[in-house]
């Protein structure tokens, strides 16, 4: 599968010239050549021209034939002839489709380390950043009265494309050009019923291309007494918002539309912001300088650059010829209107706002219960919200939130993605410690590669800081008598053994009260081995666990009863020796790398040949539920492996048995602690994927913490849902001893009901320039990928458009759909990449576990490639969640995906080696094969 990719911009690059932000009271002025226009800017000199062959229109692309698509001249408000040709100013522009199905990548790793590769360039017409932005009901009419490039939909198929607009006088909406008589191609404002958004008419359902429609573009107008409809199809989701506001808002006031409008520009944000004014013009002279103007603003919203504030004022004085640097009430007011306004946000309030411009206690109710999906709302709560966001006082007395403290709620951490309830451990922590997945490190105190890296203490400070529960200890004998660690048979650099365990003594329980595993990888002369003993009891005392196990019980104990304690996994003498010492098996990780080195062959052993050396008991002796064995095969484990030993598997070695074997792979973890550790090859300690391992059920899965990327992010992402204690608990169906669970299942799982995951990536705030890129100034052109990593069935990727040189304020509006199957193993990761990179394309990401989203609108704050949260860089989404059959949200009710028919595939009975329970299944075939049926056959009749 080919990568991604861009190449040169299709039709050339967009001239810009900066258009002056209109004044905040927002004049209806209908001549040509001024108010503002398609979206917000002043009226362009002409319109984009279409080609016969097709349409844009945002997300889909529409066949039309070349009549219907004829190049007739579209008339402006005055009726001059505006040509089509492209203007920077002429407002959102169509955008061009996205190619029939992108490339797809050849992995869903997207990393911060990429290789140069060919890409293709996906383009979009978005809003310039030097567009005016939308931000009352004011500029949504002036808008209106410049006009907008609109497509009508009629039934056949047929789209026509005409220009809209709203006369000055408020009273009528016309089109041109038209067949019919100029007084009949309109349509009276106050015949309007109703405006519906999407595509909820029957000439859009029943429309042959309706399925190519963008369903945030489409809006209906209701008119007449028959309850006519002018089916309508904007170029962007902003310019529908803009007609949608503007007609609600007229069909709301009327003729008392113009008072309305003219009372509103003394509203309670304006009285705000002069009130802020007012506090940096000290000496009330009307006016202040340009670097206390600029701080201000930046005060209020500190996510903007100066410089972009800075310009702004400066395009304002350029455009009225005024000569100075001095700020003026109304050019404050006007540029923070501007800069500090999200028109997505805007639109959000009005809708739930009936049509004011701030939310009202009832009105944040209903936000709140409908989209955000807050239980038990009431009163009390709505004015909780407005007085900890609203920044006026007015607000605040009157219990109203206006669009800056709505913006503030939104973006604060009690609208994040994250769902707070997973910030604490919520999970029962008392199951057998084989059920839960365990926070692991490899080679815990290497801080850079396998190889030729430095060791250093700092290793384990930061794994246990970021609630790692399972670190490596690779001991040597050492010079003075004293264990040393590193990496044997390679150039690794070696720290003393006693500082280590200070180290882990320290801040072992920091992050997380529950027990910390330290695998001890032991390779010392028998008297440094008493060295070990003494510092490991002198420092840690009675944190060592070292009660025996009980032999009569069949799990190991939970983490609740093991909080506090320090488990040693390593090496034990049989209970049958008598001696001070005895001879076991060798682990050495560090020979079996440095075997492997330079080997070019690619067939390698599973297994080296066995080495053994000898143990002291008082070694032996600390070694209780964490006994370190070789693994034979699976048969062998469920007759004879004790609950208390524990197997390692080489990466390799462990991606085959999840391959051959993925049931029985499941089915002996549900009991046996299992612990992966990387490739020897992996030499640059990179990182192999935890995911591959997690759906077989390991719980140890070793990672490096010193190199980030994906892998790390999927680890660092998973262990976040469960208060970060470094312990997840597993899903049920690999914890039940009578289930059956494939782990490379391409379809949905028995027993487990799957989800529909609806996301919109609507808007990007703040991103920064990659790290990585080459000098081509502060311009970056985002894109954002969506993908799903889980299960087989689960993986999946879907990306956004590109939008062209804004990192400030990208407007995406595309939305997604993915069907989860075992939601409890899922994984959501929001990555944003610059298209038009140098040598770096990672801006930014966010990785979370499908439990812990929280549903409605929400900002996603974004990572670093090293795990660092980027100040002010955010997402904002829409994410709804419903079931696979039905049900959730109203408007998600009954939404379904359609599988393709197939084999159907039934569940097949495993033994396990209990022989009461095999006993009772022994014959149950059948039946589960009729229950199959049954299921099926329901479930095909409900979709």
Same mark, same amino acid.
């Given at each position: 599968?080919?990568?991604?990719?861009?190449?040169?911009?299709?039709?050339?690059?967009?001239?810009?010239?900066?258009?002056?932000?209109?004044?905040?009271?927002?004049?209806?002025?209908?001549?040509?050549?001024?108010?503002?226009?398609?979206?917000?800017?002043?009226?362009?000199?002409?319109?984009?021209?279409?080609?016969?062959?097709?349409?844009?229109?945002?997300?889909?692309?529409?066949?039309?034939?070349?009549?219907?698509?004829?190049?007739?001249?579209?008339?402006?408000?005055?009726?001059?002839?505006?040509?089509?040709?492209?203007?920077?100013?002429?407002?959102?522009?169509?955008?061009?489709?996205?190619?029939?199905?992108?490339?797809?990548?050849?992995?869903?790793?997207?990393?911060?380390?990429?290789?140069?590769?060919?890409?293709?360039?996906?383009?979009?017409?978005?809003?310039?950043?030097?567009?005016?932005?939308?931000?009352?009901?004011?500029?949504?009419?002036?808008?209106?009265?410049?006009?907008?490039?609109?497509?009508?939909?009629?039934?056949?198929?047929?789209?026509?494309?005409?220009?809209?607009?709203?006369?000055?006088?408020?009273?009528?909406?016309?089109?041109?050009?038209?067949?019919?008589?100029?007084?009949?191609?309109?349509?009276?404002?106050?015949?309007?019923?109703?405006?519906?958004?999407?595509?909820?008419?029957?000439?859009?359902?029943?429309?042959?291309?309706?399925?190519?429609?963008?369903?945030?573009?489409?809006?209906?107008?209701?008119?007449?007494?028959?309850?006519?409809?002018?089916?309508?199809?904007?170029?962007?989701?902003?310019?529908?918002?803009?007609?949608?506001?503007?007609?609600?808002?007229?069909?709301?006031?009327?003729?008392?539309?113009?008072?309305?409008?003219?009372?509103?520009?003394?509203?309670?944000?304006?009285?705000?912001?002069?009130?802020?004014?007012?506090?940096?013009?000290?000496?009330?002279?009307?006016?202040?300088?340009?670097?206390?103007?600029?701080?201000?603003?930046?005060?209020?919203?500190?996510?903007?650059?100066?410089?972009?504030?800075?310009?702004?004022?400066?395009?304002?004085?350029?455009?009225?010829?005024?000569?100075?640097?001095?700020?003026?009430?109304?050019?404050?007011?006007?540029?923070?209107?501007?800069?500090?306004?999200?028109?997505?946000?805007?639109?959000?309030?009005?809708?739930?706002?009936?049509?004011?411009?701030?939310?009202?206690?009832?009105?944040?109710?209903?936000?709140?219960?409908?989209?955000?999906?807050?239980?038990?709302?009431?009163?009390?709560?709505?004015?909780?919200?407005?007085?900890?966001?609203?920044?006026?006082?007015?607000?605040?007395?009157?219990?109203?939130?206006?669009?800056?403290?709505?913006?503030?709620?939104?973006?604060?951490?009690?609208?994040?993605?994250?769902?707070?309830?997973?910030?604490?451990?919520?999970?029962?922590?008392?199951?057998?410690?084989?059920?839960?997945?365990?926070?692991?490190?490899?080679?815990?105190?290497?801080?850079?590669?396998?190889?030729?890296?430095?060791?250093? %203490?700092?290793?384990?400070?930061?794994? !246990?800081?970021?609630? =790692?529960?399972? @670190? #490596?200890? +690779? &001991?040597? $004998?050492?010079?003075?008598?004293?264990?040393?660690?590193?990496?044997?048979?390679?150039?690794?650099?070696?720290?003393?053994?006693?500082?280590?365990?200070?180290?882990?003594?320290?801040?072992?329980?920091?992050?997380?009260?529950?027990?910390?595993?330290?695998?001890?990888?032991?390779?010392?002369?028998?008297?440094?081995?008493?060295?070990?003993?003494?510092?490991?009891?002198?420092?840690?005392?009675?944190?060592?666990?070292?009660?025996?196990?009980?032999?009569?019980?069949?799990?190991?104990?939970?983490?609740?009863?093991?909080?506090?304690? %320090?488990?040693?996994?390593?090496?034990? !003498?049989?209970?049958? =020796?008598?001696? @001070? #010492?005895? +001879? &076991?098996? $060798?682990?050495?990780?560090?020979?079996?790398?440095?075997?492997?080195?330079?080997?070019?062959?690619?067939?390698?052993?599973?297994?080296?040949?066995?080495?053994?050396?000898?143990?002291?008991?008082?070694?032996?002796?600390?070694?209780?539920?964490?006994?370190?064995?070789?693994?034979?095969?699976?048969?062998?484990?469920?007759?004879?492996?004790?609950?208390?030993?524990?197997?390692?598997?080489?990466?390799?070695?462990?991606?085959?048995?999840?391959?051959?074997?993925?049931?029985?792979?499941?089915?002996?973890?549900?009991?046996?602690?299992?612990?992966?550790?990387?490739?020897?090859?992996?030499?640059?300690?990179?990182?192999?994927?935890?995911? +591959?391992?997690?759906?077989?059920?390991?719980?140890?899965?070793?990672?490096?913490?010193?190199?980030?990327?994906?892998?790390?992010?999927?680890?660092?992402?998973?262990?976040?849902?469960?208060?970060?204690?470094?312990?997840?608990?597993?899903?049920?169906?690999?914890?039940?001893?009578?289930?059956?669970?494939?782990?490379?299942?391409?379809?949905?799982?028995?027993?487990?009901?799957?989800?529909?995951?609806?996301?919109?990536?609507?808007?990007?705030?703040?991103?920064?320039?990659?790290?990585?890129?080459?000098?081509?100034?502060?311009?970056?052109?985002?894109?954002?990928?969506?993908?799903?990593?889980?299960?087989?069935?689960?993986?999946?990727?879907?990306?956004?458009?590109?939008?062209?040189?804004?990192?400030?304020?990208?407007?995406?509006?595309?939305?997604?759909?993915?069907?989860?199957?075992?939601?409890?193993?899922?994984?959501?990761?929001?990555?944003?990449?610059?298209?038009?990179?140098?040598?770096?394309?990672?801006?930014?990401?966010?990785?979370?576990?499908?439990?812990?989203?929280?549903?409605?609108?929400?900002?996603?704050?974004?990572?670093?490639?090293?795990?660092?949260?980027?100040?002010?860089?955010?997402?904002?989404?829409?994410?709804?969640?419903?079931?696979?059959?039905?049900?959730?949200?109203?408007?998600?009710?009954?939404?379904?995906?359609?599988?393709?028919?197939?084999?159907?595939?039934?569940?097949?009975?495993?033994?396990?080696?209990?022989?009461?329970?095999?006993?009772?299944?022994?014959?149950?075939?059948?039946?589960?094969?009729?229950?199959?049926?049954?299921?099926?056959?329901?479930?095909?009749?409900?979709?």
């Amino acid at each position: 599968m080919a990568e991604c990719g861009r190449g040169g911009t299709a039709g050339g690059a967009l001239p810009t010239s900066p258009s002056p932000a209109l004044g905040a009271k927002g004049s209806l002025k209908a001549a040509a050549g001024e108010g503002g226009g398609g979206g917000g800017g002043r009226l362009g000199q002409g319109r984009a021209r279409y080609d016969s062959g097709g349409v844009s229109n945002g997300d889909c692309s529409l066949a039309v034939s070349g009549d219907e698509a004829r190049a007739s001249p579209a008339r402006g408000p005055r009726g001059a002839a505006v040509a089509l040709t492209p203007s920077p100013a002429a407002g959102p522009l169509p955008r061009e489709s996205k190619p029939g199905g992108l490339p797809r990548r050849s992995s869903i790793i997207k990393d911060g380390t990429k290789q140069k590769r060919e890409r293709k360039k996906t383009v979009s017409f978005s809003s310039m950043p030097t567009e005016k932005k939308i931000s009352s009901a004011s500029d949504c009419i002036n808008s209106m009265v410049e006009g907008s490039e609109l497509k009508k939909v009629r039934s056949n198929s047929r789209i026509y494309h005409r220009y809209f607009l709203l006369d000055a006088d408020m009273q009528s909406l016309r089109w041109e050009p038209s067949k019919k008589d100029s007084e009949k191609a309109k349509i009276d404002i106050k015949s309007v019923k109703e405006v519906r958004t999407g595509k909820n008419t029957d000439i859009f359902r029943s429309n042959g291309i309706s399925d190519q429609i963008s369903e945030d573009c489409a809006f209906s107008i209701i008119y007449g007494e028959n309850y006519e409809s002018l089916d309508l199809v904007a170029n962007s989701a902003d310019v529908a918002n803009i007609w949608v506001t503007g007609l609600r808002y007229l069909i709301s006031y009327g003729k008392h539309t113009l008072d309305m409008l003219e009372s509103s520009q003394d509203n309670m944000r304006t009285s705000w912001v002069s009130q802020m004014f007012g506090e940096i013009d000290v000496d009330n002279l009307g006016h202040v300088t340009l670097c206390n103007a600029v701080q201000c603003i930046r005060n209020l919203n500190p996510g903007l650059k100066m410089s972009k504030i800075e310009l702004k004022f400066k395009e304002l004085h350029k455009f009225k010829d005024k000569a100075g640097t001095e700020v003026t009430k109304e050019e404050f007011v006007e540029v923070f209107h501007e800069l500090c306004t999200r028109p997505e946000i805007y639109f959000l309030l009005v809708q739930f706002s009936s049509n004011k411009e701030f939310l009202d206690t009832k009105d944040l109710m209903m936000f709140l219960e409908a989209e955000q999906g807050v239980a038990h709302i009431n009163e009390e709560i709505s004015l909780e919200i407005i007085h900890k966001y609203e920044p006026s006082k007015e607000g605040q007395e009157k219990g109203w939130l206006s669009i800056d403290g709505f913006t503030n709620y939104l973006m604060s951490p009690d609208c994040y993605i994250f769902d707070p309830e997973h910030k604490k451990v919520c999970q029962d922590m008392k199951q057998p410690l084989s059920h839960y997945f365990i926070n692991s490190s490899h080679n815990t105190y290497l801080i850079e590669d396998q190889f030729r890296g430095p060791s250093d %203490i700092t290793g384990y400070i930061r794994a !246990l800081k970021m609630g =790692c529960r399972s @670190v #490596e200890l +690779d &001991v040597w $004998d050492g010079p003075d008598n004293e264990p040393v660690i590193y990496t044997g048979h390679t150039m690794t650099s070696q720290i003393v053994f006693r500082s280590v365990i200070d180290i882990i003594n320290t801040y072992a329980f920091f992050a997380s009260e529950y027990p910390l595993i330290l695998c001890l990888e032991n390779h010392c002369s028998i008297k440094q081995q008493k060295v070990m003993v003494q510092h490991m009891k002198k420092i840690l005392g009675d944190k060592l666990y070292t009660t025996l196990p009980n032999v009569e019980e069949s799990y190991l104990p939970s983490p609740d009863i093991l909080k506090g304690k %320090i488990l040693i996994k390593a090496k034990k !003498l049989s209970s049958n =020796c008598s001696g @001070v #010492e005895g +001879d &076991v098996t $060798d682990e050495d990780e560090g020979a079996e790398m440095s075997q492997r080195v330079g080997k070019e062959d690619v067939e390698q052993p599973n297994h080296l040949p066995v080495k053994r050396f000898q143990l002291c008991k008082e070694l032996s002796e600390l070694v209780s539920i964490c006994k370190s064995v070789q693994f034979k095969e699976f048969q062998v484990s469920f007759q004879v492996q004790k609950y208390w030993e524990v197997c390692s598997f080489n990466e390799v070695l462990a991606s085959k048995y999840a391959n051959e074997n993925p049931g029985d792979f499941v089915n002996y973890n549900k009991r046996f602690l299992a612990r992966v550790f990387p490739s020897p090859m992996r030499i640059d300690s990179s990182n192999m994927n935890p995911q +591959d391992f997690w759906k077989c059920g390991c719980q140890i899965v070793a990672m490096n913490f010193q190199t980030p990327g994906l892998m790390m992010d999927l680890n660092i992402g998973w262990f976040r849902q469960n208060g970060n204690c470094g312990y997840v608990l597993r899903p049920a169906i690999m914890r039940e001893e009578v289930s059956f669970f494939s782990a490379n299942t391409k379809d949905s799982v028995p027993g487990v009901s799957p989800q529909l995951l609806h996301i919109k990536i609507i808007s990007g705030q703040n991103f920064p320039k990659p790290k990585g890129s080459g000098a081509k100034g502060d311009v970056v052109d985002p894109y954002v990928y969506v993908e799903i990593h889980g299960i087989p069935a689960d993986c999946a990727e879907q990306r956004t458009k590109t939008v062209h040189q804004n990192g400030d304020t990208p407007i995406f509006d595309e939305s997604f759909e993915f069907q989860i199957n075992l939601p409890e193993l899922a994984m959501v990761r929001f990555v944003v990449l610059d298209d038009d990179y140098i040598g770096d394309e990672f801006i930014g990401q966010y990785t979370i576990p499908f439990e812990c989203l929280q549903t409605g609108y929400r900002h996603v704050p974004l990572q670093s490639l090293t795990g660092e949260v980027l100040a002010h860089a955010s997402l904002f989404v829409h994410v709804a969640i419903t079931n696979r059959r039905g049900g959730g949200k109203p408007h998600k009710r009954g939404l379904s995906v359609r599988k393709g028919k197939k084999s159907r595939e039934y569940a097949s009975m495993r033994t396990l080696w209990i022989k009461s329970v095999d006993e009772v299944f022994k014959n149950a075939q059948p039946p589960i094969r009729e229950a199959t049926d049954l299921r099926e056959n329901m479930q095909n009749r409900g979709v």
